[in-house]
């Protein structure tokens, strides 16, 4: 297969975006659905979903937003159902919804934040990615896009948040592994400090942002925009032969 242009398009086919009202979720909806892919979102939040439902349609694809938590069993298995009825098939899962609740460090860390961190993180995204593998094998192939972090990779300042994103490292390669053979391809990116309201505590603090651009090469963090190029790589044939990777999009950091 020779690489062209079209070798990045996604028309045709339907993506779920885990996470997908605001941030590096947002930003890779709009992006996978300009590249020509369908796009449901889901968040807790359905009026903040609707919005990114609507900006999607306005793109001419179709869209539509669906409230789960995805941290919660119940509602993990409620969601396939529901986006193979409206849109018929699940071609692209975007694991990308995430949380943090607690400054604690190690010494300090309380089981009921863990269990928080680990129920979306980690045991939410297996999950999710086992219900849509299971159908992305009955249609014969599959792409799951997994959004770690480098503090999957280097502990920062979150300690049970660097685990689990580690937990989610494991996950990618471990999925990637089991399910090449149905024909589902399994990568992850790791972003740096990413300016959301997830990291503003981080960013908005100047000794912390000056700290952080001096320790990165190219001297700033990233908009969510700049995760999108990553995204639709991973989602299209031009990454038909990856599978199992990290891709970190971090301005150099973690050299
Ligand atoms: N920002 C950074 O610096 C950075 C760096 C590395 C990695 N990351 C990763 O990037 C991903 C996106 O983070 P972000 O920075 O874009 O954060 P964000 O702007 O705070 O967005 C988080 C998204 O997750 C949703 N969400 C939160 N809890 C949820 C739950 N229990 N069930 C379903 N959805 C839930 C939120 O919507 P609702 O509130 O409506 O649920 C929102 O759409 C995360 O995996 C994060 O770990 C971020």
Redesign the pocket.
């Known amino acids: 297969m020779s690489v062209s242009p079209e070798s990045f398009s996604l028309s045709g086919k339907v993506a779920l975006v ?9 930003a890779i909806a709009i992006g996978l659905a300009k590249f020509g892919a369908d796009v449901a979102v ?4 359905l009026p ?2 609707e919005g990114v439902a609507e900006e999607i349609k306005r793109l001419g694809r179709r869209s539509m937003a669906v409230a ?4 919660r069993m119940d509602e993990i298995n409620n969601l396939v159902p529901q986006i193979k009825d409206k849109l018929g098939r699940i071609d692209i899962l975007v694991n ?5 609740p607690t400054m604690d460090q190690a010494m300090d860390i309380e089981e009921r934040a863990w269990d928080s961190i680990m129920n ?2 980690l045991k ?1 995204l297996f999950f999710l990615s086992q219900a849509v593998a299971r159908l992305m094998k009955e249609q014969g192939a599959g792409i799951i896009i997994n ?5 999957g990779i280097t502990p920062n300042i979150l300690p049970v ?1 660097s685990i689990s ?1 580690a937990g989610v490292i494991m996950a990618t390669k471990v999925m990637a592994q089991q399910w090449a053979q149905y024909n589902i391809r399994v990568n992850a990116i ?10 503003e505590a ?1 960013w908005s603090n100047p000794a912390v942002l000056q700290g952080i651009t001096e320790k990165t090469p190219l001297q700033r ?2 908009e ?1 925009d700049e995760m999108v190029g990553a995204a639709i790589f991973l989602a299209s044939d031009a990454s038909s032969y990856v599978t199992g990777h990290v891709l970190v999009v971090d301005g150099g950091r973690t050299i």
């Open positions: 885990t996470g997908g009202s605001r941030g590096i979720g947002k889901t968040s807790r939040k903040d979903l789960a938590h995805v941290g990308n919804a995430a949380t943090n979306l993180n939410g959004v770690a972090s480098v503090a948040y994103k790791a972003p740096g400090l990413t300016k959301t309201r997830f990291s981080l963090v990233a969510p």
